[in-house]
């Protein structure tokens, strides 16, 4: 997992809160990705972020956000507008052709 | 995204040869990946392969690449049980409307038993 830090390991959400799973890295990677998996299936892009203030829809964005205001760090919050939000996030920066995943965030609805 | 298909699940005995295989569809991706999961864990890159190869060999990893039919497989050799996880093939966008995401294929779980 390297330099990419992800927390907390498990989150819970109550029905119509907000949550925000955090991804820190000290890599001094520019670009960085959020993706969502479900079990049994590959993974898939919510947002990724190629530069400080800049950032990108992938391809299922509906129901999260995020922010890129330091180069460290890409916060991803889970909406009360994601109605299926139990999932696995990994968050992953890439220097080169390679990319780099952190350990993930559990994420359930209680 | 274009699809990456992998089988979903394979079984071998402790010291036999895995075999894992994908097939991909963007003719133009440049890298093409393998990557390791573990239970609760991240995904740890075990290899890559560059487009104009057709094969890459890394002490007891063998990544074959057949660009005309668009396959790619990953050979482990001397299987053990610590190689027990889910396997994932990805391909890198030739195009990239996507800050140059992988897409990744639906993962196969190898189970080595003693």
């Known amino acids: 997992d390297g330099g990419i830090t992800q927390s907390p390991k498990y989150l819970f959400r109550k029905e119509g809160q907000n949550v925000t799973l955090s991804c820190e890295q000290n890599l001094n990677h520019d670009a960085m990705y959020w993706y969502r998996q479900d079990p049994g299936q590959g993974l898939r892009l919510i947002y990724y972020?190629?530069?400080?203030?800049?950032?990108q829809k992938g391809d299922i964005a509906e129901g999260y956000s995020v922010s890129r205001e330091k180069k460290e760090s890409f916060p991803l919050t889970v909406t009360s507008a994601q109605k299926n939000p139990t999932a696995f996030y990994l968050c992953?920066?890439?220097?080169?052709?390679?990319?780099?995943f952190g350990s993930g965030t559990q994420l359930s609805v209680l | 995204g274009e699809d990456v298909e992998q089988s979903l699940f394979l079984s071998v005995r402790e010291g036999d040869s895995s075999v894992i295989n994908c097939t991909y569809t963007?003719?133009?991706?440049?890298?093409l990946y393998w990557y390791k999961q573990e239970p609760g864990a991240g995904l740890q890159l075990l290899t890559y392969i560059f487009s104009n190869m057709d094969m890459k060999q890394d002490q007891r990893l063998t990544v074959l690449l057949n660009k005309k039919d668009k396959h790619l497989s990953l050979r482990i050799a001397d299987t053990q049980t610590g190689d027990s996880a889910i396997y994932f093939c990805a391909e890198s966008p030739s195009i990239s409307n996507s800050g140059y995401a992988l897409n990744f294929g639906k993962g196969t779980s190898l189970l080595v038993t003693p």
């Open positions: 992953a920066t890439r220097q080169g052709e390679e990319l780099f």
């Open positions: 972020s190629q530069i400080v203030n800049d950032f």
């Open positions: 963007d003719s133009s991706s440049t890298y």
